[in-house]
Nanobody, 119 residues
């Protein structure tokens, strides 16, 4: 199984920046998609950004131009650079790993890290 550990969350003022990191360990297949999802209080978990092992990215409309996802395939890490943060970005952010093997689709979640944007 894969294990995902997030770090970098915290409290930041509107307009500020944070960088989230996720380190994957364990059984990691080289062809995969990693990404960040978030869940605000009282809301459903939603996609923030994903990146494939080939480097293709996908962003939610609400974060385009502000957030940048990147990864280091050799180190099995994925990062999310968040700029121009808004109060509505406040949520628990979860790292996600997903791959398709001969056994079917496998997906794993990190424990989550709190991001609070407030003055």
């Amino acid at each position: 199984q894969a294990q995902l550990v997030e770090s970098g969350g915290g409290l930041v003022q509107p307009g500020g920046s944070l960088r989230l990191s996720c380190a994957a360990s364990g059984s990691i297949f080289s062809i995969n998609t990693m990404g960040w999802y978030r869940q605000a209080l009282g809301k459903e978990r939603e996609l923030v950004a994903t990146i494939t092992s080939g480097g293709s990215t996908n962003y939610a409309d609400s974060v385009k131009g502000r957030f940048t996802i990147s990864r280091d395939n050799a180190k099995n890490t994925v990062s999310l650079q968040m700029n121009s943060l808004k109060p509505e970005d406040t949520a628990v952010y979860y790292c996600n790993y997903r791959t398709v093997t001969y056994l079917g689709t496998q997906g794993f979640w990190g424990q989550g890290t709190q991001v609070t944007v407030s003055s």
